[in-house]
């Protein structure tokens, strides 16, 4: 049993969208007040039962204690008997409905206002609220729209037919080209859209599009987990996604996000957020959590604010398998965290750093990184890095180490950048510069460049060079194991000066016999 309270007065308050002709009287109104009704007994004046065997039983008229009056409606399963089937006649339908009229190339505006008791208890099954339907006969399609709800509550569907044959029982064909859907779920007392289907689209892509400046800011654990034939997509409302209805950010925010997964999933131009005097800077933010799983992630075109993915006070945080094109900035900013470990990835062309790291401890495997404007990899303000068999390709800087940052590059190939290596001092607070250790990589270009100031140290040990390079500076050191002729054998070993708090994360490659990297099917 439930019951509804019908706030009568809500409805005459419903706001009338600008697309509706206000001019123009409507020939049809439906509308019942059951204030001047008496208690227990319905009387319907401009709507009609839809009769399922039980009339006009299941709806009585009852009154508040501050003598409000509300529409009690009652259904049970059985308790009904639809006269009109011949099989499955137990239904637990209560309706009431209006005049049926042609509404053939007419333009029609339904709204209404619905408020449900304290005491309201939802089942575990589809609720039905309302819908709007053509009448066929036979009829076996979806109404034009339907407003349910599903899992005790938790799941508002929004959806409808609007179009294909009356008399033709569901099919994927019709519901692919013609059906709506929006769904909505219930995170305790936030609801969310969790998925949307429009005209010409399958059911199974969950598109979020997203209207100009709109953000969503999870404070709970998520798992949005598309697949590869059908990721979850965050991206904008506007069909050409210009510049003009730049949506917000998307974030995971707060201790109580721990443990969240996303996994295939796209975000596509994006930007950032100031809300509740809080800075998102990127597309996707990641922020002030723990043992958070990235997979299958792909993220271009964001625009205005500093990054595509931002991550600050996290720990703990595993990203297998991005991809960021097109960054209008940094690709991926880790400030101020641990154990932070990216593999399997790609960063193509970054207008500046494709990843850029302050005070954080991270570790980057098996990732290509191409065509940066300014830096492949930055790691600053005592940062500790390690690369693991990566692939640094025609970025301005391949990696700046600076201001007491560590890093170590190991099994890696550094290809036609106008700088492979710089390491210097550019805050005077840290008091120190960088200090990078290279070991079984490969440098290939027409100058092989590398620079160190005065305060840092770059040390090269058992790599392989294609040409010969003369170091000049003396904080940059070559021990004699290096190659110069661009042969790549090297043992099979590394020794006890690589070490790292996350050396024994990285990926088994499969030639360790061979200087540089080596690529890994995923």
């Known amino acids: 049993m439930f019951s509804l309270n019908i706030d009568v007065s809500a409805w005459e308050k419903v706001p009338v969208p600008d697309s509706v002709d206000k001019k123009t009287k409507s020939p049809w109104n439906f509308f019942e007040d059951f204030e001047d009704q008496k208690k227990e007994k319905l009387k319907l004046k401009k709507l009609t039962i839809n009769n399922k065997g039980a009339g006009l039983k299941p709806f009585k008229i009852k009154q508040d204690l501050d003598g409000n009056k509300y529409l009690e409606v009652t259904v049970k399963h059985g308790w009904n008997n639809d006269p009109y089937k011949k099989k499955g006649k137990e239904t637990e339908r209560a309706e009431f409905q209006t005049k049926q009229k042609r509404t053939l190339n007419k333009e029609i505006w339904i709204g209404f206002k619905m408020r449900l008791p304290k005491d309201f208890i939802h089942i575990n099954d589809r609720v039905l609220f309302f819908q709007f339907k053509n009448q066929h006969d036979p009829m076996k399609k979806s109404p034009l729209l339907g407003i349910r709800f599903y899992e005790n509550g938790n799941l508002l569907n929004i959806a409808g037919d609007t179009g294909g044959v009356a008399s033709r029982s569901w099919n994927k064909k019709e519901d692919t080209i013609h059906s709506i859907k929006l769904i909505y779920k219930k995170n305790k007392n936030f609801w969310y859209v969790d998925r949307e289907k429009n005209r010409n689209e399958d059911y199974e892509d969950l598109h979020f599009k997203l209207k100009k400046k709109v953000s969503i800011i999870f404070k709970n654990k998520v798992q949005a987990l598309g697949t590869k034939e059908s990721p979850i997509v965050f991206k904008s409302n506007n069909l050409n996604n210009n510049t003009k209805n730049i949506w917000g950010t998307v974030a995971l925010h707060g201790a109580k996000t721990k443990g969240s997964i996303l996994k295939n ?42 990054d595509s993915l931002h991550i600050i006070y996290c720990n703990n945080i595993l990203i297998d398998n ?201």
């Not at 661009?486 to 360790?512: A, C, F, Q």
């Open 322 to 522: 991005l991809i960021i094109e097109n960054a209008s900035g940094d690709a991926l900013d880790i400030d101020i965290s641990k154990n932070i470990i990216i593999k399997n990835s790609e960063f193509n062309n970054s207008i500046n750093d494709a990843i850029d790291i302050m005070e954080s401890e991270v570790l980057i495997d098996s990732t290509q990184i191409k065509e940066s404007g300014d830096k492949g990899i930055s790691a600053g303000e005592n940062s500790n890095l390690l690369i693991y068999n990566s692939n640094i390709t025609k970025n301005n800087i391949g990696v700046a180490v600076k201001d007491k940052s560590i890093v170590k590059v190991i099994y890696s190939t550094f290809n036609e950048n106008k700088f492979h290596i710089n390491a210097y001092q550019k805050n005077l607070q840290y008091g120190d510069g960088g200090f990078i250790e290279i070991f079984k990589s490969s440098f290939n270009s027409d100058k092989n460049q590398f620079f160190s100031d005065k305060k840092s140290k770059i040390f090269i040990e058992d790599n392989s060079f294609n040409k010969i390079v003369n170091f000049k500076n003396k904080n940059i050191i070559l021990s004699e194991n290096n190659n110069f002729s661009g042969k790549k054998d090297t043992v099979e070993y590394l020794n006890n000066i690589v070490k790292h708090p996350l050396l024994s994360k990285i990926s088994n490659i499969n030639n360790k016999k061979l200087r540089g990297f080596s690529y890994i099917s995923n």
């Open 265 to 306: 999933i796209i975000f596509d131009g994006g930007s950032g957020a100031l809300l509740d005097q809080v800075h998102y800077t990127s597309m996707l933010s990641i922020h002030d959590t723990n043992d958070i799983k990235l997979f299958n992630i792909k993220m271009r075109n964001n625009h205005i604010y500093d």
